[in-house]
């Protein structure tokens, strides 16, 4: 299988269409392998639009589902970015062509290691990536213009959203009801205030350690 005509053949049929018309996303998306994230055995599935699984539990998203995302975030060239659960690294390696700086974060060792070793085989240098407690973030580099948040959560710690910088968005997808349903959803600090809006509705793995307080419902 030609990697890069399948890969060119994501794009035009599953990022496109659908009105994401953020040039430099589309571009990076049709640079970036996602194959070289996964395992030979999985090859042939990096470009077939669903998620992936590369670990139990984990998994790299659906490309449209990593695009809209993104797209709702409005990355600068100057912004600084918080990836949370970043798995593997693909998601960092699209934010590393859009961004200055990308802190890729995740509590998985073995996914950590494989993004740190992917991003320097493909000579992406502006992403750091980090092993950590996904819920708490990297307030070391806080403020970040952006933090995106890769899989499905019943909430936003407000341990994330207190990283935010003035003007930031937090993009991510909410929970909606039990199983894999959720918004994407993107919440804006301004003046010193938060809100937020959905967008989009998906389906997406959840993403451990974000489980919902009881009593908690995102209407």
Do not use: W
């Not at 403020?143 to 930031?168: C, K, M, N, R, T």
């Amino acid at each position: 299988m030609d990697q890069a005509v399948a890969r060119r053949n994501m794009v035009d049929s599953q990022i496109r269409p659908t009105g994401i018309d953020d040039l430099r996303l589309i571009e990076a998306m049709g640079q970036v392998p996602r194959e070289a994230f996964l395992p030979k055995s999985d090859h042939g599935l990096a470009y077939m639009g669903g998620e992936i699984e590369v670990a139990p539990g984990r998994v790299l998203s659906a490309p449209l589902t990593l695009a809209r995302l993104i797209h709702l975030a409005a990355i600068k060239p100057t912004d600084v970015v918080l990836h949370v659960g970043s798995g593997a690294g693909y998601g960092s390696a699209i934010l590393g062509h859009l961004a200055s700086t990308v802190v890729a974060l995740d509590s998985d060792p073995a996914l950590t290691e494989t993004a740190n070793r992917v991003l320097s085989d493909l000579g992406i240098l502006n992403v750091a990536v980090l092993q950590g407690d996904m819920a708490v973030g990297y307030p070391k580099q806080a403020p970040y213009d952006v933090i995106l948040i890769e899989g499905l959560v019943d909430e936003v710690p407000e341990s994330l959203l207190s990283q935010l910088a003035e003007g930031g968005r937090l993009c991510t997808l909410l929970s909606v009801k039990s199983g894999h349903l959720g918004r994407g959803a993107v919440y804006l600090r301004s003046h010193g205030a938060l809100g937020n809006r959905a967008i989009f509705d998906a389906s997406a793995t959840p993403l451990p350690g974000f489980a919902a307080k009881e009593g908690f419902i995102f209407a």
